[in-house]
């Protein structure tokens, strides 16, 4: 088929990090992308800690200079407490150019990097969930939406936990990790110990994470192994300020699908690989694998390299980085003498 044929080059289908840096980047190079984020408006969600080594690559996306505006917070490195020892590990950096931490509130880091999407041209559509593929034999060509079918040479499921495509496609997602579930909230009012920076506490049991998100906005999260929502109260050094909401809980089990692209298809970000938040760049990892998508989509549309190449060379990058999370992230575990990682 020509490419005139088609509604667009590219449609993804998830307006969160992953999926913005997945458009910015096919946008970047000359392609034509249609964006379908479910949502009507802005909401926010889990994942507002940000590594200092995000900015370059936030840089990349061309948003480096409106960081500013959706940035509560800037921290200099970590507190990390394990079984009653505590100490502060700093991001580094030289005299007078210390990296520092991003604290980001989630609905406006989105909507900056939908916005940057918007300006290079990307056709956002909110509101807007597919029911289906299209498929041209092994390929899939499409979206069947509720208001007819957008055709499209390549689509990017960047839908986080839904993992649309995933799913659609039946494809394996094996845990790697026993079952975990992370609960998390948000409690306002003055907590003077967390504005310089956050804390981790953990010991065999499990951990809790605690940060100031915005001036007078405190976030936690708690990963207690085998502990159900009822056993579950915000950290004592927030337990005075007035909760924000209702806790939450989001099944954060180590997986990664056994495929991550095809033919016509690509997935990215946590629907495509999960770890636990004390990974502690779920969001990093969002905007690298959208953005390395983009490049690998655009090769492979442009007849740059055999597509199969491609997608191989996709796999083993993520696959990579996968295990070698997953190998950190257990001998921590197993350092703090937590039983289900012996
Ligand atoms: C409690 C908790 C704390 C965390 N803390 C951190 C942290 O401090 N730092 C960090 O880096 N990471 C953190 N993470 C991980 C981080 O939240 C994720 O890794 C990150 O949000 C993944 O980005 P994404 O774009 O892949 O998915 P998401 O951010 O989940 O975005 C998916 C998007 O797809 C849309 N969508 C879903 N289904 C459909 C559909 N069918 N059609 C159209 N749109 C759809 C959704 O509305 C959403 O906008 C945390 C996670 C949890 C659970």
């Known amino acids: 088929m020509d490419r005139r044929s088609f509604d667009a080059d590219i449609v993804v289908v998830g307006g969160g990090p992953a999926g913005s840096a997945a458009a910015i980047s096919c946008a970047q190079r000359g392609l034509k992308v249609i964006l379908c984020e479910r949502e009507k408006g802005d909401r926010d969600r889990p994942g507002e800690t940000l590594h200092p080594g995000a900015e370059p690559i936030l840089a990349q996306l061309g948003v480096a200079g409106h960081l500013a505006g959706v940035t509560g917070a800037r921290h200099e490195g970590i507190w990390i407490e394990k079984s009653g020892k505590r100490h502060f590990e700093a991001f580094g950096g030289g005299a007078g150019d210390r990296w520092m931490g991003l604290q980001v509130w989630r609905a406006d880091f989105d909507a900056l990097l939908l916005g940057r999407a918007a300006e290079l041209g990307v056709d956002i559509r909110r509101g807007c969930a597919p029911r289906d593929v299209l498929r041209a034999g092994p390929s899939i060509c499409g979206l069947r939406m509720a208001d007819g079918d957008i055709s499209a040479r390549m689509v990017v499921d960047a839908t986080g936990s839904a993992r649309w495509l995933g799913r659609i496609l039946e494809i394996d997602m094996p845990p790697r990790s026993p079952r975990l579930i992370a609960f998390y909230g948000y409690v306002e009012g003055a907590c003077p110990e967390r ?113 199969a190449e491609l997608s191989a060379s996709y796999h083993r990058w993520l696959a990579r980085w996968f295990e070698t999370d997953i190998l950190q992230l257990g001998r921590f575990y197993r350092e703090l003498g937590a039983t289900e990682f012996a």
């Not at 997986?255 to 779920?282: C, E, K, N, T, Y």
Request: charged letters at 15%; a neutral charge.
């Open 195 to 307: 504005d310089l920076a956050p804390l981790l506490v953990a010991d065999a049991a499990g951990w809790t994470w605690t940060a100031r998100v915005k001036p007078g906005l405190y976030q936690w999260t708690r990963m207690r192994f085998g502990e159900t929502a009822s056993a579950i109260v915000p950290p004592e050094e927030l337990s005075r300020l007035a909760p924000v909401g209702r806790m939450k809980g989001a099944d954060v089990t180590w997986r990664m699908a056994s495929q991550i692209s095809g033919p016509g298809w690509f997935i990215v970000g946590d629907a495509a690989a999960v770890l636990d938040p004390a990974s502690s760049h779920g969001v990093l990892k969002a905007l690298m694998s959208g953005i390395l998508a983009g490049q690998l989509i655009e090769a492979s549309l442009s007849g740059k390299a055999p597509p």
